[in-house]
């Protein structure tokens, strides 16, 4: 079945770093462009950066902080967060196009917080 698990997510101080994975199976990983996603407590899930071949960030807030990377030989895709405020924390999730048609996983819980 189509799965996908997050992990890497924790609680840190301002300006501090975490790397998230996302780990994908039951489908053909590398014929995939791949995003992730943050939902802040009260709010709308949102689109922060996608790969395909290049990473696009499409958050202007994480620009320069954060580093998405996939792995196709491992199935895996990635999110470097540096420099991480307050404002970053949320539950942070991975998905592929088109959205309705695979299962949301659990998500990871980032906190930022001093």
């Known amino acids: 079945q189509e799965q996908l698990v997050e992990s890497g997510g924790g609680l840190v101080q301002p300006g501090g770093s975490l790397r998230l994975s996302c780990a994908a199976s039951g489908m053909i990983f590398s014929r995939r462009t791949w995003g992730w996603y943050r939902q802040g407590l009260g709010k709308q899930r949102e689109l922060i950066a996608y790969v395909g071949n290049i990473p696009i960030y499409v958050d202007s807030f994480v620009k320069g902080r954060f580093v998405l990377s996939r792995d196709n030989a491992k199935n895996m895709v990635y999110l470097a967060m540096s420099d991480l405020k307050p404002e970053d924390t949320g539950v942070y999730y991975c998905?592929?196009?088109?959205?309705?048609?695979?299962?949301w996983g659990q998500g990871t819980q980032v906190t930022v917080s001093s």
């Open positions: 998905h592929t196009p088109p959205e309705w048609a695979i299962q």
